[in-house]
């Protein structure tokens, strides 16, 4: 099944602890990108990438890394966490640009900084 | 600054009346606008964009407007069904310089009432 495959989905940490959230994609898609969602903010993009070893930031980038070294995967990384960083993050990824097919999205990590 | 806007956070429906969803844009930049549905507990789902260069898109029961003088598109849902109820958001797209930005709108929580 062609799938954006996230984990974990859910995921409780202390400030400053570092994480990773996993993204993998199995339709050998050249774009993929990061996303979070907040209440009254919709989804914001933190991250993207448009092939191997080609990433940029987003609109809100600040406390995050990412890393692209193999086309099916897109880490996120948040080296030191903080309570500002909890949200509800996204996986995305497209062929091409995300423009007449748009993105397929990952089911979601639900992540909470205490 | 919310370059992507949906004044409505919800509306309700008749099953089988027409749903109208709305979006505002600011930059007149942007080359695609495309829809996405969310369902709780799973990422959004793409279901149809638009050209800039266009103003109507069809696709079954979806039908997406531009109107570009006005910086406005509305999602067009006709005859709208009880599986229709979802949170829906607009997204543009603009390229520039071989970055690309896709911003999306706060999302508009569409209930069809059976």
């Known amino acids: 099944e062609a799938q954006v495959t996230q984990n974990p989905r859910y995921l409780i940490t202390v400030t400053g602890k570092k994480l990773t959230v996993t993204c993998s994609q199995n339709m050998n898609h050249e774009y993929m990108s990061w996303y979070r969602q907040d209440p009254g903010l919709g989804l914001r993009q933190i991250y993207y990438s448009m092939n191997v070893e080609v990433t940029d930031k987003g609109d809100v980038p600040e406390g995050y890394k990412v890393s692209r070294k193999e086309k099916r995967n897109f880490p996120l990384i948040l080296e030191s966490p903080s309570p500002n960083q909890t949200s509800l993050y996204f996986c995305?990824?497209?062929?091409?640009?995300?423009?007449?097919?748009?993105?397929?999205f990952g089911s979601g990590t639900r992540l909470t900084v205490v | 600054d919310q370059q992507v806007k949906q004044n409505s956070p919800s509306l309700s429906v008749q099953e089988g009346r027409i749903s109208i969803l709305n979006c505002d844009y600011t930059?007149?930049?942007?080359?695609?606008f495309l829809w996405y549905k969310k369902y709780p507990a799973e990422g959004p789902t793409f279901l149809i964009s638009?050209?800039?260069?266009?103003d109507k898109n069809e696709d079954g029961r979806f039908t997406v407007f531009l109107n570009k003088s006005a910086k406005h598109l509305s999602l067009h849902i006709v005859p709208s069904q009880p599986g229709d109820s979802a949170v829906y958001f607009c997204?543009?797209?603009?390229?520039?310089?071989?970055?690309?930005?896709?911003?999306f709108g706060t999302g508009t929580r569409l209930k069809v009432l059976a």
């Open positions: 997204a543009a797209y603009l390229t520039t310089s071989g970055t690309y930005k896709y911003i």
């Open positions: 995305a990824s497209s062929p091409y640009s995300p423009t007449n097919y748009g993105y397929t």
């Open positions: 930059n007149s930049m942007f080359d695609y």
């Open positions: 638009i050209s800039s260069i266009k």
